[in-house]
């Protein structure tokens, strides 16, 4: 083996033992999981976390006066506080509980796009966003008369920054674009980014879905308006996910969700909204599901995100090392792994993506294969899809080996 799978003080073994799931048997193979772009698994602490919730204190939030309600509460609130630290966010209100990152990002485009963005107006974004940083821009752009500008970027979704610094005019009004590629793996310069659209007076959007769990990430420090991510990426439950807002947006913006929690007096004709971060928030929210986002970033952050950084880094850089070995293997995006995270997108001689899958998943290997929500993206690569290898924290070398044999054994039986 090439390489230490216990770096910086991560020890996968023992954190492997945390997540009962890397124990089972697929088609009768020890599972591979290296599909953590899609979702991730869960440790024992969040599952507990949810148990405890609907076995001792189940109940409604910010409603009832009962100890049950009162201690639901509280935990839901902890778990606001705890993703707070966990992003570095100044106040624990400019966190927003949502379905996931497509419902904080649609949550921006209706709240803040139909109030700032207008006919004429201006969005600028990367021909790599998953589909849920682009749809709602096209149905925001659609409903107002506003343009999307793509910024410039190579095939490697490297962004031309001079190009991109030229797109500004006095019709711009949001840059929103990911952090990580989850095709490309490619790791965008997001503090540059905001530097010179904050230069120009736009706001950013960042999508983190492919960055928070992997790396560590200090909004303060990247100085960003808005940032949307899931919890079902990074150790938590699905259901639930964040949008974080500079305060003074939050604050500004229209509510998504008329209903109960978020009003402060309701008249017959007309209402109006309490504070943050319940205005946002309307409705009975995914109580359990943020209580378990608090026990995944509690872990996170125990485990330390720079070693969890260092440890995807260290993998990556010895799969790409293998997968070039491979002939006839194409790896998208950039092959230096200081440029990307643990996403790797690739292609196997002329075999379907969905065959090589389909075969590694014989094998008890998981991985991705199709377009993953990125149809524009594939066209500019030139393919209909690919197949996507992705780490975590819980991933050895040993799996990375297991992965290069499957896609050895897919050539072999195509052959
Ligand atoms: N990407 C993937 O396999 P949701 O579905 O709301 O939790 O996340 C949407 C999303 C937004 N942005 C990026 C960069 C993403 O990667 C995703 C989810 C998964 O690539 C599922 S399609």
Redesign the pocket.
């Known amino acids: 083996m090439a390489v230490e799978t216990s770096t910086a003080g991560l020890d996968a073994a023992a954190i492997r033992a945390d997540f009962p799931v890397l124990a089972e048997q697929v088609h009768e193979r020890p599972l591979v999981y290296l599909d953590n772009?899609?979702t991730s698994q869960k440790p024992r602490a969040v599952i507990e976390a949810l148990q405890t919730y609907y076995e001792t204190y189940n109940a409604n939030i910010h409603r009832g006066l009962h100890a049950l309600s009162e201690r639901a509460t509280a935990e839901y609130e902890a778990a606001r506080a705890g993703v707070a630290r966990f992003i570095n966010a100044r106040h624990a209100h400019e966190v927003i509980f949502t379905r996931?990152?497509?419902e904080a990002i649609n949550l921006v485009a209706r709240g803040w796009g139909d109030e700032n963005v207008g006919e004429g107006d201006e969005i600028l974004l990367t021909e790599m966003e998953?589909h849920?940083?682009l749809v709602p821009w096209q149905m925001l752009a659609k409903r107002r008369g506003a343009a999307l500008r793509y910024i410039p970027m190579d095939v490697d979704g490297r962004i031309d920054l001079e190009g991109y610094a030229r797109q500004f005019g006095p019709r711009t009004r949001l840059v929103t674009i990911?952090q990580m590629s989850?095709v490309l793996g490619t790791i965008t310069p997001a503090a540059e980014v905001v530097r010179v659209a904050h230069e120009h007076g736009v706001p950013v959007l960042l999508?983190a879905?492919?960055s928070i769990p992997h790396l560590p990430v200090d909004v303060q420090a990247l100085d960003a308006d808005f940032v949307a991510f899931?919890g079902?990426k990074m150790l938590g439950p699905t259901g639930i996910?964040v949008l974080y807002g500079r305060e003074s947006l939050l604050d500004a913006m229209e509510p998504l969700l008329g209903g109960g929690s978020m009003i402060r007096v309701v008249e017959l004709h007309r209402s109006s909204w309490t504070g943050l971060p319940d205005k946002l928030e309307g409705g009975t929210p995914n109580i359990a599901g943020a209580i378990g986002l608090g026990a995944a970033v509690e872990y996170l952050a125990a485990v330390g995100m720079p070693g969890v950084a260092r440890h995807e880094h260290n993998l990556t850089e010895y799969a790409l090392a293998q997968l070039s070995d491979l002939e006839g293997v194409r790896v998208f995006g950039p092959m230096d792994a200081e440029d990307r995270g643990g996403v790797i997108s690739f292609y196997v001689g002329d075999i379907h993506p969905h065959d090589v899958g389909t075969l590694l998943d014989a094998d008890g290997i998981a991985v991705?294969a199709g377009h993953?929500?990125a149809q524009p993206l594939m066209r500019k690569l030139g393919v209909p899809a690919t197949v996507r290898a992705s780490m975590y924290l819980y991933n050895t070398a040993d799996e990375v080996d297991c992965l290069v044999g499957g896609i050895a054994r897919a050539k072999a039986f195509f052959a």
């Open positions: 772009a899609a996931g990152t497509t998953h849920s940083n990911t989850n999508d879905a492919q899931s079902h996910g991705r993953h929500c």
